[in-house]
Each structure stands twice: as structure tokens, then as C-alpha cells.
């Protein structure tokens, strides 16, 4: 049974943390189970708006690749993905707009403000927060032959941030939730992988910290133990020798990138547990691992 002194004890704890990050940029992308389950979903609105009311200025990144796919299911639209990567043509980059920018934005949008935040949504055609450009993938098949150049339709890479209309809306005490879609120098549309937005949101504002929302405990060893902290060049090492393999590659280069550009911290946590963010941020030990210089 949790006791008086307990509550107390949790508050007396999480004092410092307030302290030291009050007025601090923290951006976080959210996605995984988070987004699905309803408590969590609940749980997550009320740890951005507690972050806010405490003086942190929280972004949030989101994906939606489950109810993309939900969508295109509906349609008959058969998927295909390269890596992970869902390949995007004109007829599927159309549904992506509509399911993140009309629909999930939205909907994290409304569930932020009923709960007493002030939110407001974006995706990175707003503003021209974010400029991108079609991205060439190259899948190396063998050590021995050159790479294959595969086209992945309208996904795009990121090549300039305008950070603007976030400084303005954070002034103004709004969170700012973004799509993760951008455009191109000619208008066109791009869908851009969240982790990556998240990654360079954040080096744009010298965020103090990036939180990656996913559905495992973290960065493991060998052994399957939780790491806890690992440095920069200690995280490339685990890439190279295979350590970190699989899904986590991509979220670990982007956390290397965050912090190369100006991140103090990044963090890859898990958002099946209930209310992960304020663990994260208002706890001696944390959630998760966090990747540090």
C-alpha cells in the first residue's frame, strides 16, 4: 500500500530534476504501443502536460505506421517495405498524409487539450519547418558486388529544419505535435521516418534532451542486459560488431546524430511502461538507455 510518506518521497525526488530542466526543450517521439493502448495513450497526454505546467517545453514527434497500415488495408492498397521502410508511391503517400496529418495529429492533439494542455498541430510542410528531398537507398547485397539502388517512392530525407514556428508557438506556452511529413523545393510531398524528424527537431533546438518511444526495454548486450548508459563511440562499437542490430540500428544513428548536432542527452525507453517520459526525466535512475557524449 502506497503511503503518505511515499507520495511525499516521489515529489521530494523528482524536485531536482524540476529544477534543473525547467525552461529546458524536450522532444519526444512518440509511437509504438503508446500510441495503441488507451491507458497509455491517457498516460502520455498527462506526462507532456505535467511536463509543460513544471516549466519544460515538450515537442512531440509522432509515427503511425498501425493505422497506415490499418488504411491501406481498407483500400486494398498492398504495402511493401525495403528494410522496415514502407515504400511510398503517389497513391500511398496520399493516404500517409491524410493518416498522419488528418487523422493521428489530430487525434493526439484533441486528447492533449482535454486533459487541460494547450496543443497545437503541425506537420513539417507548416511553416516550412521541414525540407526534404527524395531519399536514395542503397541495399548492399553482398561485400563483393556493388550496392542496388532501390526507389522507395516519395520517402524522403531531410535536408534543412525551420525552426520558427516552434519557437513561436513554445513562447506563446503551446506544445507543438507534428507529422512527420515535409516537402520538397517543388512542393512535393515526402513521408520521413519519425525517429529521424524527432533526431533533427531536436539538434535544431539544442534540445537538452530527445526521447525515443519504443517497444523494447532499450539498448541490450549480448547477454540481453539493459544498458543503461553508453557513450557515443561505445554506441557506434555495438553497430559495428553487431551488438545493436535489427530495428534499434536506425534509432541509435539517429541519437548519435542528435547529440553530434547539439543534443545534450538522447534516450530510447520503453513506452509500454506506464508513464515512461516522467521516469525518464524526474527519476535518479531513469528508464531505458540513454546515449550520451
Known sequence: MITHEDRAKVL??????????NGATVVVKYGGHAMVDEQLKRDFALDIIL???VGINPIVVHGGGPQIGSFLEKLSIEPHFVDGMRVTDK????VVEMVL??????EIVSLINSNGGRAVGLSGKDGQLLTARKMEYRKQKTHDQPPEIIDMGLV????????????????REFIPVIAPVGAGTSG?????NAD???????????????????????VKDREGVLLSTIRREEAHRLTEDGTIGGGMIPKVHCCMEALAGGVQKAHIIDGREQHAILLEVFTERGVGTEIVH
Open 91 to 94: 497513391e500511398t503517400m496520399d
Open 156 to 171: 524522403g530525407e531531410i535536408t534543412a529544419v525551420d525552426n520558427r514556428i516552434l519557437l513561436s508557438l513554445i513562447e
Open 196 to 218: 529521424l524528424v524527432a533526431g533533427h527537431i531536436a539538434a535544431s533546438l539544442k534540445a537538452r534532451k530527445l526521447v525515443l518511444l519504443t517497444d523494447t526495454d532499450g
Open 188 to 192: 512535393e510531398t515526402y513521408n520521413i
Open 101 to 106: 496529418v488528418g487523422k493521428v495529429n489530430k
Open 12 to 21: 521530494i525526488e523528482a524536485l531536482p530534476y524540476i529544477q534543473r530542466f
Open 51 to 53: 511536463m509543460k505546467y
